[in-house]
């Protein structure tokens, strides 16, 4: 039985939230320069990525990747990492503590620990006119993790191979040639591309609803850094009803690379590691 609630309850509840991570001191992505950049850019390389199944690919810093609908409304869950070292990696909590619980044009996809840096920057969405809906669920989330076989397991008793999950780590394994259980600690939390989510005002619980993606829709990103990307078309399809299983409908993704012009980005640099000096308060 929940406890009863003491007299200054309300107004417990009525104090005013505050914002954990102000961002106006949070430099800003120069996203003029990679769009004038961008309009030039030459097509260099694609990749298609099959119903529940995943694909890597590869962006030198200062391309663009892309990543579409071409068949029907499809989620992907997307992994990142510093193509030259996979330690540096996306960090969706961080990302989600900067720029909110989804993200759109502008944002930035941040790297773990000890970088701290910008490793793409969102420069086109073509679902940004979806805002937030009347359930709290919008597109896009850095909420979610990835549908994956060990909670399957733990709910359903079920042995489910082509989750998310369990596609990134064989995609990984694959394009670096690292056994399985090597890879699999290096498959980390997504962005859920495409994926219209929220939490239940009243319960607070993770829900899903269908993806509002179609056919010719996108979002686009700039590289920051050197990246190696790994892309699972989740075999939840459009997430309407169920994810991890072979009954929904599902279609594939295509993630498609741009190189930008000679001059295009003069004066741009990758983004440098964060400045912290890692001493933790003890001197050495």
Not at 100 to 126: C, K, N, Q, Y
Request: proline share 8%.
């Amino acid at each position: 039985m929940p406890h009863r609630p003491p007299p200054d309850a309300d107004a417990r509840r009525a104090i005013r939230p505050v914002i954990c991570y102000p961002t106006a001191a949070l430099p800003q992505p120069p996203l003029n320069l990679y769009r004038q950049a961008r309009a030039t850019a030459d097509k260099t390389g694609e990749t298609i990525v099959a119903p529940r199944e995943a694909a890597c690919f590869e962006v030198p810093a200062g391309h663009f990747f892309r990543i579409a609908s071409i068949e029907g409304p499809q989620v992907g869950d997307l992994n990142l990492w510093n193509l030259n070292d996979l330690s540096e990696r996306f960090y969706s909590g961080k990302t989600r503590a900067l720029h909110g619980t989804h993200l759109t044009t502008g944002d930035r996809m941040w790297s773990s620990f000890p970088t701290l840096r910008p490793m793409a920057t969102i420069v086109e969405d073509t679902l940004d006119w979806y805002g937030i809906d009347d359930y709290g669920g919008s597109v896009h989330d850095v909420i979610g993790t990835r549908c994956d076989p060990y909670t399957g397991n733990l709910l359903s008793g079920t042995q489910y191979h082509h989750c998310c999950h369990s596609n990134l780590t064989r995609a990984l394994a694959d394009h670096t040639g690292l056994p399985l259980h090597a890879a699999e600690p290096h498959i980390h939390d997504v962005l859920n591309v495409f994926m219209c989510t929220g939490f239940t005002r009243d319960t607070g619980q993770y829900f899903m609803k269908a993806s509002p993606a179609r056919p010719g829709d996108y979002i686009e990103f700039f590289a920051e850094i050197d990246l190696l990307g790994a892309l699972s078309a989740c075999p939840g399809g459009d997430c309407s009803s169920e994810h991890s299983s072979d009954a929904a409908m599902c279609h594939p993704l295509l993630v498609e690379i741009y190189t930008p012009r000679d001059g295009a980005l003069d004066g741009w640099e990758p983004p440098a590691t964060n400045g912290y000096d890692r001493t933790h308060g003890r001197q050495a």
